[in-house]
């Protein structure tokens, strides 16, 4: 189920409900004076999504901050030379 909006230039703003988003609208019919008219496309009408739906949505996005010691697999700890120059082989 899909809702397209399209722009009539005499006309206005139009919706049109459909029942498959299989093809793509990128034009349609004026209900009123039958001239082609182009799609708008709009930002998606959060305001009528439930509240916490649209909560988890929008901290999806975000980065979550943690902390060092919050990681959890393998902690990785730095190596160190097993020579006291480093930069010499063997």
């Known amino acids: 189920m899909a809702f397209y909006t399209f722009r ?10 459909h029942h498959s988003i299989k093809e793509e609208k990128t034009f349609s019919f ?8 182009e799609r708008l496309y709009l930002a998606p009408h959060t305001f009528t999504m439930n509240k916490a739906l649209k909560n ?6 975000e980065p979550k901050k943690m902390k ?9 700890k730095p190596k160190k030379p097993q020579s006291s120059r480093p930069w010499q082989l063997g």
Request: charged residues 40%; positive net charge; aromatic residues 4%.
């Open 8 to 17: 009539c230039k005499d006309c206005g703003d139009f919706t049109e409900h």
């Open 30 to 37: 004026c209900p009123r004076c039958e001239i082609r008219s």
């Open 56 to 61: 988890k949505l929008d901290r999806g996005s």
């Open 68 to 76: 060092k010691e919050n990681i959890t697999g393998s902690k990785l």
